[in-house]
């Protein structure tokens, strides 16, 4: 119950960044956090290269081209990825430019952007190790709490 509320805590924080209808609601937002790090803030970078509460890589944030947003032209890597509010918005702009049905049921979900935020745009179709892995779990976890993500 307590991870819950730390994705309460988050949600309330990154509906700041809604302005209208978004492409990927906070709430998705919040249980993609929860999925990649429990919305450990205070995480860093992994060895692996991957940074912040969502576990964004390098090659994640050059391609959601969020830097040539005027005010977010300032922020490097490593501090957007610290950021959750520039995270977040990261995998908007990333999700607005790969829109992908992974599930094939023929509309982009809260699911969608999970797996593709997962794996990537060109492999979240039937991705069995990803839908295998603990990560994946924790998300149906957390969406179990907010079908309507």
């Avoid at 906070?26 to 692996?48: K, Q």
């Avoid at 490097?76 to 992974?102: G, L, Q, W």
Wanted: charged share 15%; net charge negative; glycine share 6%.
């Amino acid at each position: 119950m307590q991870t819950y509320c730390v994705v309460a805590a988050v949600l309330v924080a990154l509906a700041g960044l809604a302005s209208g209808q978004e492409l990927v609601s906070s709430t998705c937002l919040g249980c993609i956090c929860e999925a990649s790090t429990a919305c450990n803030t205070t995480l860093g970078c992994t060895s692996a290269g991957y940074c912040g509460p969502f576990l964004i890589s390098r090659a994640f944030f050059l391609d959601s081209e969020l830097q040539q947003e005027a005010n977010f032209a300032s922020y490097s890597y490593e501090s957007c990825t610290s950021d959750p509010f520039c995270s977040a918005a990261v995998i908007r702009k990333y999700m607005a430019k790969y829109p992908r049905d992974c599930d094939g049921d023929g509309l982009r979900t809260c699911s969608d952007y999970a797996m593709v935020h997962k794996t990537g745009p060109n492999s979240c179709a039937n991705n069995q190790a990803a839908l295998n892995s603990e990560y994946w779990k924790r998300f149906l976890a957390c969406l179990s709490f907010y079908p309507n993500a």
